[in-house]
């Protein structure tokens, strides 16, 4: 008997492989560290500074003069600083009614985050996109003046099973009449056409830019023909 595999045994993760690194974080380059922190510490004195002012101008009950009565003041919208410390770095937060944001100075970066979490992700060691040969090579194609940038490291190869798998469930849902030796032949030359075209990809990258007056937007895949 001959029996013809007409769907994948295999099982999809609804896990989110890049959960790890979900967040948002502002990383700025700079040429002082010691300017950098004290810039900072002005900027949040001042936003401190400035909230007190607003508050206690504000009146904390009775007639407005419009015939309204205010609304009391209420301490929770004062900003309150604080330090600790994540990942071995000093990092400064400002906390206002639940939300703020938390800054540090690191390796001559000012690194911002809106979440102590996102913080932490962001001070976090390992591997670097700007330690990437492949990020490196591509940012030399790029022009000045970037708006935004995207970059994709050469994709994982599937194996050729993996491929056959996929393939046999696509064919398994077509109402094709071929025989058995037919589809074979058919599937045979799909998984040699897909290995061969994955192999040959390469880094992915993509910009917009303004030039000339216009705002350009670009993608490069890196595909070697040869």
Known sequence: AVSFKTASSAKADPSDPMAALAGTALFVKTTDETAAKAGMTQLVDAIIEQAANVSSALPSSGN???????????????????????????????????????????????????????????????PRLADDAGFKANMTKMPANLSSLSYGPKPAVMTRLEIRQQVETVMATSSSNMSLVQRNKLTTGLVDFVDNIQKRFGTSSGYTAFQNGKIVTKGLQEVNWK
């Open 64 to 126: 407005t003069g419009a015939g309204k009565i205010a609304k009391p003041k209420t301490a929770a919208s004062k900003p309150v600083k604080a330090t600790l410390t994540l990942e071995g770095t000093e990092v400064t937060s400002l906390i206002s009614e639940g939300s703020g944001v938390w800054y540090a100075v690191k390796n001559s970066t000012l690194i911002m985050a809106f979440s102590e979490a996102d913080m932490k992700r962001a001070l976090v060691g390992g």
